[in-house]
């Protein structure tokens, strides 16, 4: 099936630090999602993108729709203990079943005190 | 307004027997989905529906079978467990737009 390719697998920062990760697909997508999986939690969704170039904050949250509709960028600044968890990102691409959504495999962060 | 509910949170079962899973939703949502996470491999969608009375099956649908009787449940069903079913269960609803809200999910060991 379908596969987003998301980047990196895994990050260990330093508190205060800004992060980024982004995803990438092969076929254009007319939605993107980031979420985050807290340890023993379901994911929880953080920001929602709909349009080519829209750039949406959700706090210290920054998620942008890549103008080719193939990729996303997510990028969290200044970062603090408790952004530590796995992020997601997903996709909806035209013609998808169902409006079914396509999940990365996850970028794992990791934040040192 | 609980959002997404599965029952149970944790399971332990013996090869060969069987289990249903509970999800139930408060949204009113149409749309509801079941997936699978294993370490490495992220969210595989299992089986989905798009309304009460219909499902369909998604990327890993073998080993499950599933129900929507009532729009608020969706039930996950292990008719013969395998230990390749070890597995953390989540299930997710939505309404007419893509984002998908998930429930707190299922760790079930299958010995």
Redesign the interface.
């Known amino acids: 099936g379908q596969q987003l390719n998301q980047s990196p697998q895994s990050m260990f920062i330093q508190e205060g630090e800004d992060v980024s990760m982004n995803c990438t697909s092969s076929s254009i997508f007319n939605t993107w999602l980031w979420y985050k999986q807290d340890p023993g939690e379901g994911p929880v969704l953080l920001i929602a993108l709909y349009k080519a170039g829209e750039l949406t904050s959700n706090g210290r949250l920054t998620a942008q729709f890549g103008i080719t509709r193939k990729d996303s960028f997510l990028n969290i600044s200044a970062s603090i203990p408790s952004d530590v968890g796995i992020y997601f990102c997903a996709g909806q691409n035209y013609g998808g079943s169902q409006g079914n959504l396509i999940f990365g495999k996850g970028t794992k962060l990791s934040v040192k005190p | 307004n609980a959002g997404?509910t599965q029952t149970p949170k944790f399971r332990v079962l013996k090869t060969g027997q069987s289990m249903t899973l509970l999800c139930a939703q408060d949204m009113n949502h149409e749309?509801m989905?079941w997936y699978r996470q294993d370490p490495?491999?992220?969210?595989r969608?299992i089986h989905?529906s798009?309304g009460e009375g219909t499902t369909?099956k998604?990327?890993v649908p073998d080993g499950y079978n599933v129900s929507r009787l009532k729009k608020q449940n969706f039930l996950l069903g292990l008719e013969s467990a395998a230990p390749s079913q070890t597995s953390v269960y989540?299930c997710a609803s939505?309404s007419r737009?893509?984002?998908?809200?998930?429930?707190?999910?299922t760790r079930l060991t299958v010995t």
Request: hydrophobic content about 35%.
């Open positions: 997404v749309y989905y490495g491999m992220g969210l969608l989905y798009v369909a998604g990327e989540f939505r737009g893509y984002e998908q809200y998930f429930g707190p999910g």
